[in-house]
């Protein structure tokens, strides 16, 4: 079939090929960078659509979500426009893992989204299933759905997420299906596959939603928001919606006993589901037969809306048959009368190996053809939307000849995110957490804007008014911590020794800043969004100097260079497993190269010594 | 892995018994057989064989008998083809050996080129290529027995151990911090504390042998010191001339001191004459207080010397005052004149004499107790590596920090960084944490030939 003859949807500079989350980001990003573009989706229903948890953020997902809003995109808006309930996660642990985390009402999340990008100028939303990526010597052209229409563009972002040939599991029952039941995506893996993309099957799974009126609330503990809490944006105007709670509960001994005797039926065990699932979000069986000590497991109840009376059921993900999982859920205490609206599933999908991208999420192959989120072996709407809106804002950068867009892992989350993805691979779906993050103190939920918003204005996707805000923000940060220093405590104020400063005080681990503000009530004018990093800054700064030490360490190992074009498989000192990864990752750096899961360092101190060898 | 033809004398330069001259590389062995010739011709080379034979010069003269040996890569110290001519002693033949080499097309090696070479084709791990040095470079039992436990991997092995306890914590507080609401046992500030302080006590006995290794790998220095003339040299050269195994005898590194080095019952010992500190006049009388002390400072053993034939003055009673808290024995010289010094209570001495030699085999005695009590220190593995040494003791630093933290109460966000910079550093030995310098640094030490 020729390209003249069949009837062509249009022209963009960028298709994204879904529009969950990753294709949400991916076309906003575009479009805010002045490009057109197309957003394909099976079903319009399903924009930004929440299949699994109603919830946004938590340690390092909350900071994925401030770095996404630092660079002007939707997920923190949508979240603070949507939420249910506001917590800040892990206070008193740290100040680099505080996390904020929001339950969702999942249709005003989705509505949200909607209609920010239905007013989107730039943005066309088409309903369509795509079969093909179209390309010509090595340059991607555009993308043919399953009508046959073919739309033409310049760069093409591919967020299918767990929908390419999926395949829902519960018990023996197998079907074809996309999450929700959904329709699955089907021909694209095998055209990704002709195109030469290698492909694997990864597994993620669901817990049941039960009817809150079977809930007996007064046997569990309940969860509210936080009162004086804070939101993800600056740019989100919303009067303070009515918290919702959550409620804490365990399962028993008897859900234990079920499992175990049902464990045959499930179909994880029973060698049904070919995919690896996720070590962190495994299911309940599965945490049952790994932990088999553990008496029992907590339960987390999380309502799924305002106008919903589905409750999701937190830590109780599972694929074993329904009858199964009616008894499970009837033997955890306060849920003896459970109503179960939706069973809870495994779902089965195609996902691509992401070491085949570089790290603008390109790959290697096509010039112009990015993917993004699941389809990359992540897990997660916040990794999701981060690497859409990378994809998008280094498929408009690919548009209008701008270099790429890369931020380093000592810049922000989304730098660890891409970097283990397309350096590391991964043969689970990939979690972000703050331990991935070698200088988390650095990469702060407080100090996303002041790390992120400028490199955001220079790329094009955050207007470049907001600088002006950012830099009266620097400015008063700047004013208080001098204040701080400055600020004489007498013994009288302080019930010390010594007259001594205010920043010394706070520095003392026990003090905290609400506390230092009795003592010097003059900083209650400090504005709220920007006490915290303040406190920060100030009280750890010993702690954020060595961290920066840290960086300059591994800056050193990023900024040496590896030549392009090194012949690895005449390395003979190197394993011959590492010389095949190299050679397929192509790292830039040493850095990255010791990132490489299979190359070990001796493999690395090998390659210094060869490449630096005087006699070439 | 293609490589060009190298050559090198492997053996030390002066006089000896054979010298070996190196040839490495593809093409080794073409090379190799156009300087060499045998009785019976054609030659064909076995690899792992030796072939008597005549090496030739420029124009095909004669130049020594010569043994011909063939290792065929990879199965040769360099994982390439090696050729190793063996000839008689001396570096004159070796030399017109290896000129004729060079016009055959090999190249003159760099430093540590074959040992590089070999780590590069995976005949050698870098903690292995770092203990080739040691070997090469050892000058007593007790440094070779320790370089060789290390090539064993045993240094790798304990600290693969400590990095094991340390990773042990941080999973824990990870989980803690990355998992708030799925309820993981919180590890407890004291167990934290315990554990820590358990792999700072394996990092601190580990550090604490870096002496000992320096001892083993470089000798205990003893540092002569006393004023002028009060019979410095004399003592050095009588107790560097009465052992027979005089190693090196050499102006120290600084114009004023002058060394010597004696092996004693297997274990280096270095003598260190600080001759001349006190011999300048007035301001410079500061100065070389300055370097007496330095040279005090450096020093494993202190012998003061004190003039037995005169009283004592003013200097001698600063020296030991100086001195009273250091390893030291107090010499009374000059034994074969009358004794007139008076020593303060509490100060005994050896009368020597270095015209009578008398006192001197009891001092030699001492001495080489000292110097095996210093090696034979506590642990069996000895740090006698610069780099190793400088990493332990950032890591104990690092490990005390962390300790800090857990004690002044800060949040465990905190305690697991600072966790995880001691674990990153330590690996830095082992080179599973990679820096840059490393490989850099463990190529630097080698010399030509090896």
Same mark, same amino acid.
Request: with cysteine.
């Given at each position: 079939m020729s390209v003249e003859s069949v009837y062509c949807g249009g022209d963009f500079d960028c298709i994204v090929v879904g529009a969950g989350h990753a294709g949400c980001e991916a076309a906003h990003a575009v479009a805010r960078m002045g490009l057109s573009v197309a957003l394909l989706t099976?079903?319009? *229903?399903?924009?930004?659509?929440?299949?699994?948890?109603?919830s946004v953020g938590g340690p390092a997902k909350g900071h994925v979500v401030a770095e996404i809003d630092a660079l002007g995109g939707l997920m923190g808006y949508a979240a603070d426009m949507s939420f249910v309930q506001m917590r800040t996660l892990?206070?008193?642990?740290?100040p680099a893992v505080q996390a904020l985390r929001a339950q969702t009402d999942k249709r005003l999340y989705q509505q949200t989204v909607r209609e920010v990008l239905e007013k989107t100028p730039n943005i066309r939303i088409v309903q369509g299933s795509v079969v093909e990526i179209v390309v010509e010597a090595g340059q991607v052209k555009g993308v043919r759905t399953h009508t046959g229409t073919l739309y033409l563009a310049k760069t093409v972002i591919v967020t299918t997420g767990t929908y390419m040939e999926s395949k829902v599991i519960i018990g023996s029952s197998t079907v074809?299906?996309?999450?929700?039941?959904l329709l699955p995506s089907y021909g694209l893996a095998a055209n990704l596959r002709a195109l030469g993309f290698s492909l694997g099957r990864l597994k993620t799974g669901t817990p049941p939603r039960i009817h809150?009126?079977? %809930?007996?609330?007064?046997?569990m503990e309940e969860q509210r928001g936080d009162e004086g809490y804070i939101r993800f944006s600056r740019r989100s105007v919303r009067l303070d919606p009515v918290q919702l709670s959550s409620w804490l509960t365990y399962t028993t001994a008897a859900t234990q006993e079920i499992i175990r005797a049902n464990l045959h039926r499930s179909p994880l065990y029973a060698g049904l589901i070919a995919g690896r699932g996720p070590r962190y979000c495994p299911s309940i069986e599965d945490k049952v037969v790994r932990f088999a000590d553990k008496e029992r497991h907590q339960i987390f109840l999380e309502p799924?809306?305002?106008?919903?009376?589905e409750v999701y059921v937190q830590g109780f993900s599972t694929s074993l048959p329904e009858d199964v999982q009616v008894s499970m859920l009837r033997s955890v205490i306060g849920l003896e009368q459970a109503e179960m609206i939706r069973p809870g599933y495994a779902i089965e999908y195609d996902f691509i190996?992401?070491?085949?991208?570089?790290?603008?999420? *390109?790959s290697k192959m096509y010039e112009g053809l990015f993917f993004a989120g699941q389809i990359n072996g992540s897990s997660g709407y916040e990794e999701a939307a981060g690497q859409g809106l990378w994809a998008g804002i280094n498929a408009g950068a690919r548009a209008t000849g701008r270099p790429p867009f890369i931020l380093l892992r000592s810049e922000a989350y989304l730098g660890v995110l891409i970097d283990d993805l397309v350096t590391k691979?991964?043969?689970?779906?990939y979690r972000l957490m703050? #331990? =991935?993050?070698?200088?988390r103190l650095l990469l702060r939920f407080d100090n996303a804007e002041a790390r992120l918003l400028p490199k955001g204005v220079e790329a094009g996707?955050?207007? #470049? =008014?907001?600088l002006a805000r950012l830099r009266q923000d620097e400015e008063t940060v700047i004013h208080w911590k001098e204040y701080l220093e400055q600020r004489k405590v007498s013994p009288q104020e302080s019930g010390l020794e010594h007259t001594t400063t205010a920043a010394a005080l706070l520095r003392r681990? *026990? %003090?905290t800043w609400g506390e230092l503000m009795r003592v010097?009530?003059?900083?209650?004018?400090?504005?709220v969004h920007l006490a915290q990093r303040i406190a920060i800054e100030v009280k750890y700064a010993g702690y954020i100097a060595r961290q920066c030490d840290v960086v300059e360490r591994f800056q050193r190992l990023e900024s040496k260079a590896i030549p392009q074009?090194?012949?690895?498989?005449? %390395? #003979?000192? %190197? #394993?011959l497993e590492a010389r095949e990864k190299l050679a397929h990752v192509q790292p830039r750096s040493y850095g990255q190269a010791s990132r490489?899961?299979?190359?070990s360092p001796a493999d690395i101190a090998v390659l210094m010594v060869y490449l630096e060898k005087p006699h070439g | 892995m293609k490589s060009d033809v190298i050559a090198a004398i492997s053996t030390p330069r002066g006089e000896g018994g054979i010298a070996i001259v190196r040839v490495s590389g593809q093409g080794a062995l073409r090379i190799g057989k156009q300087v060499f010739r045998r009785a019976r011709q054609p030659f064909r080379a076995k690899p792992w064989r030796v072939y008597l034979g005549e090496v030739m010069g420029q124009d095909a003269e004669p130049l020594d008998e010569c043994l011909f040996t063939y290792f065929r890569g990879p199965r040769s110290f360099t994982g390439e083809d090696v050729v190793e001519l063996s000839l008689h002693g001396g570096s004159f033949v070796a030399g017109r050996v290896l000129e004729v080499l060079l016009t055959k097309g090999a190249r003159l090696a760099d430093p540590g080129e074959f040992t590089k070479r070999a780590f590069l084709n995976g005949r050698l791990s870098l903690a292995q290529a770092e203990a080739v040095i040691d070997i090469i470079r050892s000058e007593s039992d007790a440094a070779l027995r320790n370089a060789g436990k290390q090539l064993r991997g045993l240094l790798s092995n304990e600290v693969k151990d400590m990095r094991a306890h340390l990773l042990q914590v941080m999973a824990h507080l990870e989980a803690q911090l990355d998992f708030p609401e799925h309820d993981i046992p919180d590890l407890t500030r004291a167990a934290v504390a315990t554990r820590l302080i358990q792999v700072g006590d394996m990092v601190a006995k580990l550090a604490a042998t870096v002496r000992a290794g320096r001892v083993a790998r470089e000798g205990l220095r003893v540092v002569l010191a006393g004023?002028?003339?009060?019979?410095k040299s004399s003592l050095l050269n009588s107790l560097a001339g009465q &052992?027979?195994?005089?190693v090196t005898a050499q102006p120290g590194t600084t114009r004023d001191t002058v060394e010597a080095q004696v092996n004693v019952n297997g274990v280096l010992v270095t003598l260190i004459d600080t001759a001349?500190?006190? &011999?300048?006049e007035d301001m410079v009388e500061k100065i070389g207080m300055k370097r007496t002390l330095q040279a005090l400072d450096n020093a494993d053993v202190v012998l003061v010397l004190l003039d037995g034939s005169e009283p004592l003055q003013e200097e001698d009673y600063e020296l030991l005052n100086l001195t009273r808290e250091r390893q030291r024995v107090v010499l009374l010289t000059k034994?074969?004149?009358a004794i007139c010094a008076e020593l303060p209570t509490g100060v005994e001495a050896l009368a020597v004499s270095a015209?009578?030699?008398?006192g001197l085999p009891a001092l030699g005695g001492q001495i080489a107790d000292m110097a095996v009590r210093a090696v034979s220190? &506590?642990?069996?593995?000895?740090?006698?590596n610069l780099r190793h040494s400088r990493i332990l003791v950032e890591t104990q630093s690092l490990v005390t920090a962390a300790l800090d933290t857990v004690g002044a109460g800060w949040e465990i966000e905190l305690v697991a960084t600072d966790v995880r910079l001691a674990y990153e550093r330590l690996g830095e030995i082992t080179g599973e944490t990679i820096s840059l310098d490393v490989a850099d640094a463990i190529f630097a030490e080698f010399c030509i030939g090896k």
């Open positions: 099976q079903s319009v *229903e399903a924009i930004a659509l929440m299949p699994c948890n109603p892990n206070t008193g642990k740290g074809a299906s996309g999450p929700n039941g809150r009126r079977s %809930i007996a609330f007064d046997r799924e809306g305002y106008d919903t009376a190996d992401p070491t085949q991208l570089t790290l603008a999420l *390109e691979g991964t043969g689970e779906p703050t #331990s =991935r993050a070698e200088h996707v955050v207007a #470049s =008014r907001e681990p *026990e %003090i010097a009530p003059e900083l209650a004018e400090v504005v074009g090194v012949v690895y498989s005449e %390395i #003979s000192g %190197i #394993s490489i899961s299979g190359v | 004023r002028a003339n009060v019979g &052992e027979r195994a005089i001349g500190l006190r &011999e300048s034994a074969d004149l015209k009578t030699k008398q220190g &506590e642990g069996a593995l000895l740090i006698t």
